[in-house]
């Protein structure tokens, strides 16, 4: 009830609506609609929607993240990678597939998830991670090398994994990365 009686108070202290409109923000309205008309849960299903669309618009941001293909390589981005996130604890997800000379590996990025959140106590503990696989220093980052596949946190919110492929070619996208300026997601 806070959060209706929050975007009220914006919606009057705002005036109208700007003349343009958007899917997101005509969710929100209907939501603040269906509350003022007493339907509670339509008004939940549009702001679950409008946070749906929100969310999909900050995983486009964090695409912006996966490293460009090295020569000789390409990169599809996985459009279905955030279908299950929300049984997930939510959040956001990039996921690149990178096919190169007969090889092909994925770089996954999640932020802002339980899953992530769980994860932080291994990966922001470099005796854990050590006790766990091999540690690999790429860009200033502790990365888990278990059997080939990398694991990191950056700024404790945002899991970076390659899978499935090379561990040099893997190693060389990594250290393309801006891990520092991947801190700064979403803020």
Known sequence: MRIFRIAAMAALAFGPAPAFADEISD?????????????????????????????????????????????????????DAAAGLGFMGGGSIARGTYTGPGQT???????????????????????IMSSMGQIERINRVNF?????????LIANRILVQAE????????????????????SFGQ
Do not use: C
């Not at 008309?37 to 900050?58: C, F, P, R, V």
């Not at 492929?165 to 991947?182: K, Q, S, V």
């Open 27 to 79: 969710s929100i309205t209907a939501a603040l609609e269906a509350y003022g008309d007493g339907d509670i849960q339509y008004a939940l299903d549009e702001l679950a929607y409008a946070t749906q669309l929100l969310n999909e618009m900050k995983a486009e941001g964090l695409q912006e993240y996966l490293p460009v293909p090295l020569d000789g390589w390409t990169m599809s981005i996985d459009e």
């Open 105 to 127: 590996f994925t770089i996954t990025l999640m932020a802002d998830n339980a899953l992530v959140t769980s994860m932080g106590a291994m990966l922001g503990n470099s005796q």
């Open 144 to 152: 888990l090398n278990q059997d080939g596949d990398f694991s990191a």
């Open 164 to 183: 499935d492929g090379d561990e040099e070619t893997m190693i060389a996208h990594l250290e393309t990365m801006a891990f520092r300026d991947m801190q």
